[in-house]
């Protein structure tokens, strides 16, 4: 099939996406257009290309057959530990000290504008890293109630979102959560599990474009959508960019950070070949950065 035309639909993806397919991706990006091309009973990537340009809706179901969609509960069990066993315990520690030193100040901060704790999930596919999030706060957390927590879940897949918002998992889903947090978060039937409306209603998912982010873009469909989070999972994700839009993510995803907050990144991710200034928080096992800045919560939104 006609090299031209793949490569006008690869510039396509990369200018709505920055998704990048050269090299040896290149290969990828025609293995799956010729099973749409296939689905669709076109004859090759000129016809495709037109059919393209002349469907509104094609190119979500593009770029929903070009994203991959590997994951898993609790995947990366060092970064999920240190979250449990660490980080949670620190945010909660001092927040609450920044409510008792508020008592004593003129121009009081209300303790709800304090106690809240906003998590963004990019690259979130069919829902299981978000939901481990969600599981680990109200695992985490002494007093999870007297929190408002905030789960932003976000991907370029349609179906992948579907998937997640039903919050349904087979058996074979399963297998890396903790006994205990099935019987407590979940509800099982014979074939899998559903999880459990306390859990849910920590997650927001919502259709993410990365390149948005990249632009300064705000969130899609959401004026209220928080500026910034506290904590950021964005995990083998990046891999799937050229080295600079690479770069342009890492700035999006610091500018995002409220100061002092997180950033996850996938094993593969360091981000020793860009320029930012994170630092690596030591002892952890795993890759996790931390955005410098000493925090003032008097200013958060």
């Not at 004859?43 to 037109?50: C, H, L, N, S, V």
């Not at 928080?226 to 999006?252: E, G, H, K, T």
Request: charge should be negative.
């Amino acid at each position: 099939m006609g090299d031209t035309d793949l490569d006008k639909i690869r510039d396509f993806v990369s200018q709505r996406s920055r998704l990048c397919f050269t090299g040896h991706k290149r290969d990828v990006l025609r293995h799956r257009l010729e099973n749409r091309l296939e689905k669709l009973g076109l004859t090759d990537f000129a016809a495709y290309w037109q059919y393209l340009k002349q469907t509104s809706d094609e190119e979500a179901r593009l770029l929903d057959c070009l994203t991959t969609n590997e994951t898993f509960f609790f995947r990366n069990q060092d970064q999920f530990g240190h979250l449990l066993g660490v980080i949670i315990p620190d945010i909660e520690a001092s927040r609450g000290a920044d409510v008792v030193r508020s008592w004593g100040d003129s121009s009081r901060v209300p303790a709800s504008s304090i106690m809240k704790l906003r998590i963004l999930s990019a690259g979130c596919s069919t829902g299981e890293e978000p939901y481990s999030l969600a599981m680990t706060l109200l695992e985490s957390l002494r007093y999870p109630k007297a929190w408002k927590l905030e789960i932003i879940a976000g991907d370029l897949s349609e179906s992948c979102l579907k998937t997640a918002t039903e919050g349904y998992y087979e058996n074979e889903k399963l297998k890396n959560i903790p006994d205990h947090y099935i019987d407590k978060y979940m509800r099982r039937d014979a074939d899998g599990a559903f999880i459990r409306g306390e859990v849910k209603q920590i997650v927001s998912f919502i259709p993410l474009n990365l390149n948005s982010l990249m632009n300064g873009e705000p969130f899609s469909g959401a004026a209220s959508m928080p500026a910034q989070f506290d904590i950021i999972f964005c995990r083998n994700v990046m891999i799937y960019f050229s080295a600079s839009c690479q770069q342009m993510l890492v700035d999006a995803l610091h500018r995002l950070l409220v100061p002092g907050g997180y950033l996850f990144t996938g094993d593969a991710e360091p981000l020793h070949l860009f320029d930012h200034t994170f630092e690596t928080i030591k002892g952890a096992r795993c890759l996790i950065y931390k955005k410098t800045e000493m925090t003032n919560y008097a200013e958060a939104p």
